[in-house]
C-alpha cells in the first residue's frame, strides 16, 4: 500500500499544494515548461517555440514564477527563464505515463 503523502499535511501546505496543481493545471504553462525543459529562454524564445502571444506568454510566465517552479535571470537587457523545481520533470513523467490518448 503506498503512503498518503497529503495525510497529516498543515492547511498551508495543502493549500501550497493545491496552488502547485493550479500553476500546472494550464495548457499554455505546460507548452512554456516543455519550452524550457532544455534550456532557459528569453520570452523571445519562448513565444517562438510555443506559439503563443507575447502578452499570454508574460502573464504565463508571471504565475509559473509566483509557484516557484520556474526562475529569472537577467542577462544584459533580456531576462531568461528556467525550470527551478527539479521535481516538474518526475511529475509531468507520472502524469504523461498514465493519460491514454485516443
Given amino acids: 500500500?503506498?503512503?498518503n503523502v497529503l495525510k497529516g499535511l498543515p492547511e498551508g501546505a495543502i493549500e501550497a499544494v493545491a496552488a502547485r496543481f493550479k500553476a500546472l493545471g494550464e495548457v499554455?504553462?505546460?507548452k512554456i515548461i516543455q519550452a524550457l525543459h532544455t534550456r532557459e529562454m528569453s520570452v523571445t524564445e519562448i513565444v517562438e517555440a510555443t506559439g503563443?502571444?507575447?502578452p499570454n506568454v508574460s502573464r504565463h510566465l508571471s504565475v509559473l514564477v509566483s509557484a516557484k517552479l520556474?526562475?529569472?535571470r537577467k542577462d544584459g537587457l533580456s531576462v531568461l527563464y528556467r525550470i527551478i523545481d527539479q521535481s516538474l520533470n518526475e511529475i509531468c513523467s507520472i502524469v504523461c505515463k498514465s493519460v491514454k490518448v485516443n
Avoid: A, E, F
Wanted: charged share 35%; no cysteine; glycine share 8%.
Fill in 1 to 3: 500500500m503506498k503512503k
Fill in 28 to 30: 499554455s504553462r505546460l
Fill in 52 to 54: 503563443l502571444s507575447q
Fill in 70 to 72: 520556474i526562475g529569472r
